[in-house]
């Protein structure tokens, strides 16, 4: 149970340590004379660009949104942890996902929603856990498509960790 805390506590600290509008699409534009421009929106979620991809080993019985892009992968023994950003909203995808997780043999833990602006969900299976944390994009331009930030704890359980 306290690891559980400390997941949900790390998966809702991490998002608000970076700069706000720089990993998620948003630029900021000077002219020549040093005055700001207006920020042109984002593309879409499917249309960004990301260096990062999943790890190999990433299981395939762990849902994630239709379309994404990865923003941060945090790599530990026994233990991932992936921020997303993905198109849609929040309501909507945790469903999804619960439906996802369900439906592949995993137990779910915990559901948490607060409004339709987050949502925290929490599964295990055969010693594994996964923790979703979902959070309404909120950022610094106002674009389109604000989309949804998905962090995602995945964990190994006592069989990796003893490795």
């Given at each position: 149970?306290?690891?559980?805390?400390?997941?949900?506590?790390?998966v809702?600290?991490?998002?608000?340590?970076?700069?706000?509008?720089?990993?998620?699409?948003?630029?900021?534009?000077?002219?020549?004379?040093?005055?700001?421009v207006?920020?042109?929106?984002?593309?879409?979620?499917?249309?960004?660009?990301?260096?990062?991809?999943?790890?190999?080993?990433?299981?395939?019985?762990?849902?994630?949104?239709?379309?994404?892009?990865?923003?941060?992968?945090?790599?530990?023994?026994?233990?991932?942890?992936?921020?997303?950003?993905?198109?849609?909203?929040?309501?909507?995808?945790?469903?999804?996902?619960?439906?996802?997780?369900?439906?592949?043999?995993?137990?779910r833990?915990?559901?948490?929603h607060h409004?339709?602006?987050?949502?925290?969900?929490?599964?295990?299976?055969?010693?594994r856990s996964?923790?979703?944390a979902?959070?309404?994009?909120?950022?610094?331009?106002?674009?389109?498509?604000?989309?949804?930030?998905?962090?995602?704890?995945?964990q190994?359980?006592a069989?990796?960790?003893?490795?």
């Amino acid at each position: 149970m306290v690891r559980l805390c400390l997941a949900l506590l790390l998966v809702v600290v991490l998002p608000g340590c970076r700069p706000p509008g720089d990993a998620l699409g948003t630029t900021i534009r000077f002219d020549a004379r040093g005055d700001r421009v207006a920020a042109t929106p984002a593309p879409p979620v499917a249309q960004r660009t990301t260096s990062l991809a999943l790890p190999a080993d990433f299981p395939s019985d762990v849902h994630l949104p239709a379309r994404y892009a990865i923003d941060t992968l945090t790599e530990m023994p026994g233990t991932q942890i992936i921020s997303l950003l993905a198109e849609g909203e929040v309501v909507a995808l945790s469903q999804d996902t619960r439906r996802a997780m369900e439906h592949d043999g995993w137990q779910r833990r915990l559901a948490t929603h607060h409004g339709g602006d987050s949502a925290v969900l929490a599964f295990e299976k055969d010693g594994r856990s996964a923790l979703f944390a979902f959070d309404r994009n909120q950022p610094a331009q106002p674009s389109e498509d604000a989309g949804v930030i998905v962090n995602l704890q995945l964990q190994d359980g006592a069989a990796r960790l003893q490795r």
